[in-house]
């Protein structure tokens, strides 16, 4: 069992970290940030501290594994702060993990958020035996041009500010990744949204309900084999949750990676798997082709996969906090949360 953290409140304080690219320190990309955190001052009414290196910029923090390590423990130790929430991704977070005391994780469980390779920073927090939180960064859902989705303030509201249990969520009825660049002209220009056909199962029956654990497939690729990978006793009575990042893998990569999971047991362990939204939906059909395919190699047809959810690196998006109760309901095409995410 994974301790959970205590809810956020009005008025608590939240740390913003960089634990991957520092762009969010960039003078060009400044904006942007100041916006992410206006909008979690005026919606959520929380304070926001950069934490102190998290804003130096992307060629200090890239040479600088330790500092940006540095600012997640003090983020962590800091009594005052309730909540930490990642800038952004990146690409190289691994390069942490030397330099992160699990203890002081352990012994001040508080709520960290983030996607894509803060899958690492999340991988961190499982390791110390705490949940942590799959959802929004500063700079893409809560800098969002215009507004922050409702659909996304909604799901904070829900996961991260109430201990009531988190229930069924529900499908966006709209999403985008459209790409606009992040420059100051266009931040009073919404990204085009598009009709969201909600999720789909594509293979399995009934219902099966397991504990949550995943993160961006490629960023969990990285940490096979290290220290920070589960023991395999954790991959029994889960569900997993896989989405892929703005790489757009090619779907033979889909093809290994899982292969790989199949090899190691852990699609035998599990009790259900639920993938994302490809970003701009490419190789949309794709994935579900390869998907099936290796489901299919491995004798693991009846396995419930449910596709498409509003996950990951789509605009809005749900959060997913680790190590908490799930559902997959295949007969209703269904997910829910059984639990409360947090205390």
Partial sequence: M???????????????VSPSWGG???????????QGIKRLEDIFGLKVVPMPNSLKGGDYLYKNPQARAEDLMTAFKDKSIKG????????DSIRLLPYIDFD??????KIFMGYSDTTISHLFCHKAGISSYYGPAILTDFAENVEVDPYTIQMVKRTLFSNEIIGEIQPANEW?????????????????MQKNSGYEVLQGSGVVQGHLIGGCIEVLEIAKGTELWPEKIYWENSILFFETSE??????FIKYWLRNYATQGILKKTNGI?????????????YKVEILRVMAEFDLGDLPILYNLNFGHTEPKFILPYGVKAEINCEKTTFTILENGVE
């Fill in 104 to 109: 002081v994780i352990r012994e001040n469980p």
């Fill in 24 to 34: 969010a320190g960039e003078p060009e990309l400044r904006w942007r940030y100041e």
């Fill in 176 to 192: 985008t990744s459209e790409r606009l660049e992040w420059i100051e002209e266009n931040k009073n220009r919404r990204r085009t």
């Fill in 84 to 91: 930490i929430i990642a800038n952004i991704g990146g690409d």
């Fill in 247 to 252: 790489d757009k893998p090619a779907p033979d």
């Fill in 2 to 16: 994974l301790i959970k953290p205590k809810k956020l409140q009005l008025g608590d304080c939240v740390a913003t």
């Fill in 274 to 286: 639920i993938f994302g939204k490809p970003q701009d939906e490419k190789y949309y059909e794709e």
